[in-house]
């Protein structure tokens, strides 16, 4: 069966310090991968996506950037942290076979920039 | 342009009680359409979903939901809700993305 695991599950950076979360999927091959993030517990937003290795589409211009450096391995990261950064990010993943398959999440990373 | 609304923010219901959970999209050509659910800190799970065919689709913990195509919507259902279905529920469609909305939270009381 497919897994998906995310680390940190919680974290506390101040302003202007760096970041990375790491996302890892288990049991498939050629996932899609994805990064979401989710502010004040509502609605998520999109931020990158990737179809294969080194392969990185971004959804929102913003203080992130993304990485997929092994097939099943996707990495949020910033150089520098700002306030608005806070949030409860999501890893997600499907299969490429079709476009309607499901997404299937991680448990979260929750980020709170001080 | 793609989008999906979830005209209410919360839902309360009794336990026992019809649970339904509103959704409707807008999205050229066909939607694909998707129910998930979010415990506290946790990750969205999914429920179910809509490609085609029969217009009532069957999911998990027992809910169901009914494409109308006529109404453009997506609707949740639960015929007997339990207070463990409280939780952030959200609709999506796929077109070229997958877009989410901004989730209801139902609340199931005892």
């Known amino acids: 069966s497919q897994t998906i695991h995310q680390w940190p599950a919680t974290l506390v950076q101040p302003v202007g310090s760096p970041l990375s979360l790491e996302c890892t999927v288990e049991?498939?091959?050629?996932?899609?991968l994805y990064w979401y993030r989710q502010a004040a517990g509502r609605g998520l937003q999109l931020l990158f996506y990737?179809?294969?290795?080194?392969?990185i589409s971004s959804e929102v211009p913003q203080n992130l950037s993304a990485s997929r450096p092994q097939d099943r391995q996707f990495i949020l990261s910033s150089k520098k942290l700002l306030l608005s950064d806070s949030g409860f990010y999501l890893c997600?993943?499907?299969?490429?076979?079709?476009?309607?398959?499901?997404?299937?999440f991680g448990p979260g990373t929750r980020l709170t920039v001080l | 342009a793609q989008s999906v609304a979830q005209p209410e923010d919360q839902v309360n219901v009794a336990e026992g009680n019809p649970l339904t959970v509103k959704c409707t999209y807008s999205v050229s050509g066909n939607p694909y359409l998707f129910w998930y659910v979010q415990y506290p800190n946790r990750g969205l799970q999914f429920l179910l979903k809509y490609i085609t065919g029969d217009n009532l689709v069957k999911g998990s913990y027992g809910f169901e939901a009914e494409f109308n195509k006529s109404q453009t919507s997506f609707h949740l259902k639960k015929p007997s809700a339990l207070v463990s279905d409280s939780a952030l529920y959200f609709c999506?469609?796929?077109?070229?993305?997958?877009?989410f909305g901004a989730g209801t939270t139902v609340t199931v009381r005892a």
């Open positions: 997600a993943w499907n299969t490429r076979t079709f476009s309607y398959n499901e997404q299937f």
């Open positions: 990737s179809v294969g290795i080194g392969q």
């Open positions: 049991g498939t091959s050629n996932p899609n």
């Open positions: 999506a469609v796929r077109a070229n993305k997958l877009s």
